[in-house]
């Protein structure tokens, strides 16, 4: 489960769960229901409705409200929408919000170290490779190998099932207690947002003593991240390395190590280990294995964050082309053309198509002629919206609504809509074509388009929320559809004009549409050849 975490103007703690759907402000406003959860923050600066976190198919997105002061992410402005990762910083007015995918508690990173009496006693370890076994003279260097196969065995065997990072990060740290026999365990991650190293996953080898919180010196963090080499301290009490370090002291801790987990050559975390009570003399062997299984370990989060990551644009592709053309979706997935979402203007174009006499035919035929004639038709009628860039907004019993320029900029929407809709007139005239040889009944569709200026944004519950459009741009097509006869195409005259010279149209007079006090322009769309 998600978490906030902030502190208010007197500098207590808070933390809050992040659920499916958020809204954060000073207080709610009395006028407004909220179908979720609201986060009251006692910040003048914060608006009423500041900002919302909301879930979609990306992930756990954020959103500013339109408020007064704005919203930052990690200390850059807000614009559009943010999908929220790990230790983001969020700043509402003078509140700053710590994003987390998940509570955790008893580790502390400190600052109380001497750096450069650090860098003097950093215990290098080379990379050694496996030698021949002809190479191997004693048996103390057989054993040694031994123990770097075996550790990379039980490794391998722990996180092979699993590709969740997560999972992976668990197995990691239940591996290092069983095969280093430390008391805790840490493994923390690099977050890009912040540059810090932040801990993911702490175990502790006696479950009693879970409620301690263990201590990790920050310059010995620092020291492991910039040589990109383990790090080993033996009685921490006596060890001048750490002469300062007050809280390690206070821990009882007499062996420490510490290693990287490197990625194609850059840290993208650290492990951590601690004994406390034992004194074990660690030599270098023994510190060059830990950094053998902090590498491994190393791998192993690496195949399970590429194996998410092709999951998550794998879902995120099939829900995509639900909507979109495929041409269109391979672009939003490469960033090369960007999905714009939520609670704003835009100029676009929108088209209804509807089956004439749709009510009377399902009523001679039966359920399951009815739904094989919708799948058939409007399997011909998505293709061509898909065809012209247009993008599926939804199905309405029989009808259906596609936008051009809402979910993604698409240039010469109005006329790219139009096209469209001469298309699924002739895909409506095959499709009854073949009906006829089949000796079945016919269908026809009118259609109406018109543009403008609408509202796009996700609309909806916590629990079923969809992108789509309103606004009168949004009526009027749906008005001049219902107006349009049997093969019929309507536009307004705002697409008229648009369009104006590139297809064939005939005016027709200026009527009053249902819901409307004024005329509006009409546009037959003339049969081309």
Known sequence: ??????????????????????????????HVRFDGQMLQV???HISRQHARVERTFRGLELVDLGSSNGTRVNAAPLSGYHVLSDGDMIGLGGTIFTFRNHRLQGVEIV????????????????????PPSKGIACEETLRREYDRLRVSHQLHRAVSNDVDPKVVLERIADAALSNFKPDRVVILLHNPRNGEYEPEVVRHSDPKRSSEVVTISRTILREVVTARTAFISNDARLDQRIAGAESIRMQDVRTTMTAPMLIEGEVRGVLHLDIAGVSLNFG????????????HAAKALQLAELAEARGQQSAAQERLLRLLPE?????????????????????ATVLFCDIRGFTSLSERLKPNEVVDILNEYFELMVEQIFAFEGALDKFIGDEIMAVWGAHVPIQDHAYKAVCAAIEMQSSIAQLNALRRTRGLEEVAAGIGVNCGEL?????????????????????????????????????????????????????LPTRALKGKSETVELYRVLRQG
């Open 327 to 347: 041409e269109i979706v391979a672009d939003v997935l490469e960033g090369k053309r960007a999905m714009e979402r939520g609670g704003s203007m835009r100029d």
């Open 111 to 130: 600052s109380d170290m001497d750096a450069a009496d650090v860098a003097r006693h950093v215990q290098r370890v080379e990379d050694v490779a496996f």
């Open 455 to 507: 509202l796009a944004g996700y609309m909806g519950s916590h629990r079923a929320m969809n992108y789509t459009v309103i606004g009168d741009t949004v009526n009027v097509a749906a008005r001049l559809c219902s107006a349009a006869a049997p093969n019929e195409i309507l536009v307004s005259g705002v697409v008229a004009k648009a369009i104006e010279g590139r297809l064939p149209l005939e005016q």
């Open 1 to 30: 489960m998600p978490f906030l975490f902030w502190r208010d103007a007197q500098g207590e703690k808070h933390e809050t769960e992040v659920g499916e759907f958020m809204t954060l402000g000073r207080s709610p406003d009395k």
């Open 42 to 44: 006692p910040d003048p």
């Open 284 to 295: 270098l062997s023994e510190l060059a294995l830990f950094q053998d299984f902090a590498q």
